[in-house]
């Protein structure tokens, strides 16, 4: 989360030096989202041939051979740095879950992979911190640098884990020839469900964090550090329901029902966003951040503890890979949705609006896995 966010923070930066414009960000989130659908595809198989451990240790490399290449400055490089991140956060999370599934008793697995999901959080709240910090003593181009070393360092620190845990790697079983789980889930109901559920949740997550700081100063008249400061209250109800959620799943209350609880309460807040222009005091916007944080961003880890319960033994990295293409074309076509629905209204509000109509729809679909017959193992 360290590398995805380096650029997008220190962009005035980079803008000053380089002569790029601010607007390429939007080039820079499209090149990378779309070279995490396509490696999603691979993922799996490329976990089955080499262990999740190695390969996240590859991701750990590509992120840091990505932030040293973008040090350059150079634009053609500064391009290759989104496609060489997409490529590692493609391969993170399905080797990820199939690690944490094979380590992790199953009473457990919910509430552990909530908490490795904080990491998003935290890599994210740091980000925010540390960039600004080292500008004016590293410079954009060595806090790229700083990064890479680390990231790189970290990546050779996993070895120990590797020779324990890839060694004893689950075999993958047979799948008549598919590149990827995707078909797999677009055939099983409860994991067609869920992908639906997850191309709409990540489509307004990405939203929440893309608009949320436009629209206060825009339309709430709020100051760019009043914004600021609720933005990072909405990603502190982000830490709190990725740690939250995945404590309070247990026997009564299932997962499902809670990501149903979390749909629903995640479309109110974003109707509540939208149709609050004028009529709330910054303290109570506040409140209202909070909770659209909890609910938009803190969904993640007890989600992908579903995947795992839904997907045949052997089969975990392949078939979450496959669910991540969905949640990939989420977070592309989220903002484009958003744009043009701001555009033709003339409002930031009504993008809100729309993707509340996108995450009711969603949360439908879980309605419905909750009645998908079981899955033939």
Not at 14 to 32: C, K, R
Not at 154 to 169: I, N, Q
Not at 255 to 270: D, H, K, P, Q, S
Request: proline letters at 5%; hydrophobic letters at 55%; aromatic letters at 8%.
């Amino acid at each position: 989360m360290a590398a995805v966010l380096a650029l997008p923070v220190m962009a005035p930066a980079i803008a000053a030096d380089t002569g790029l414009p601010a607007s390429a960000l939007g080039v820079y989130s499209f090149l990378m989202w779309t070279a995490a659908i396509l490696a999603s595809f691979v993922a799996g198989d490329l976990i089955a041939r080499l262990g999740a451990v190695r390969v996240s240790q590859g991701s750990l490399a590509l992120c840091a051979i990505a932030l040293a290449v973008g040090a350059s400055g150079f634009t053609p490089a500064l391009a290759v740095t989104p496609l060489l991140i997409g490529i590692a956060c493609a391969v993170e999370t399905p080797s990820s879950s199939e690690i944490l599934a094979r380590v992790t008793p199953p009473a457990r697995r919910t509430f552990i992979f909530s908490l490795k999901q904080t990491g998003v959080q935290i890599g994210g709240m740091l980000a925010g911190i540390a960039y600004p910090a080292a500008l004016p003593a590293l410079g954009w181009r060595g806090t790229m640098l700083t990064l890479a070393g680390l990231v790189a360092a970290w990546a050779l620190a996993l070895e120990p884990m590797r020779r324990r845990l890839d060694s004893r790697r689950a075999a993958p079983r047979p799948h008549g020839g598919e590149t990827s789980g995707l078909a797999y889930v677009w055939r099983t109901p409860a994991l067609r469900d869920l992908a639906t559920a997850s191309f709409a949740f990540h489509a307004m997550q990405v939203c929440l964090n893309t608009f949320l700081v436009a629209y206060l100063v825009g339309e709430h008249g709020l100051s760019l550090a009043a914004a600021g400061l609720l933005l990072t209250i909405a990603q502190l109800g982000g830490f709190v329901g990725r740690l939250g959620f995945g404590f309070v799943v247990g026997s009564r209350l299932g997962v499902l029902r809670l990501l149903i609880a979390i749909g629903f309460g995640m479309t109110a807040a974003a109707l509540a966003i939208g149709l609050a222009t004028g009529y709330l005091s910054t303290a109570w916007l506040g409140v209202l951040c909070f909770v659209f944080g909890l609910t938009s961003s803190g969904w993640n880890g007890v989600f992908l503890a579903e995947v795992v319960r839904e997907s045949p033994p052997g089969e975990i990295a392949r078939v979450t890979g496959g669910v991540m293409v969905t949640a990939y074309a989420g977070l592309i076509l989220g903002p484009v949705a958003f744009s043009a629905a701001a555009a033709a209204a003339a409002t930031l509000a009504a993008g809100y609006v729309l993707l509340a109509g996108a995450t009711l729809t969603g949360t439908l679909s879980l309605l419905r896995a909750r009645h998908d017959p079981p899955r033939a193992v």
